[in-house]
């Protein structure tokens, strides 16, 4: 990850998330990025800035800053440990595969 002098600049983010496990961007310019097939974290600009919508739970998507490099380095940390819960928690649910019992 390349920083710049003073922190991790906007674009420094976004490659990093593209290069988070489990995490697909499929907007390429806006960043728009997807978890498991879901819409999960776009970007938005206001008069405070950038933020991130991204969506932690089930539920809505929860605005998280994105302006300074602190923010940004937070923000790619959230993401990042949300994402492989999820994919420790997908994978600790699996059962392996079924088997079909053949009928006498």
């Not at 997807?34 to 929860?62: C, K, W």
Request: no cysteine; aromatic share 6%.
């Amino acid at each position: 990850m390349v920083e710049s002098p003073t922190g991790m600049a906007h674009d420094d983010l976004v490659e990093a998330l593209r290069r988070v496990d489990g995490l697909d961007d499929v907007g390429l310019d806006p960043p728009n990025f997807h978890s498991r097939s879901r819409p999960f974290l776009h970007f938005h600009t206001d008069e405070q800035g950038i933020y991130a919508d991204v969506r932690f739970g089930t539920g809505d998507f929860e605005p998280v800053p994105a302006s300074t490099p602190e923010e940004r380095l937070q923000l790619l940390a959230r993401v990042a440990d949300h994402v492989e819960h999820l994919s420790q928690s997908r994978k600790s649910g699996r059962k392996g595969p079924r088997r079909r019992q053949r009928l006498a």
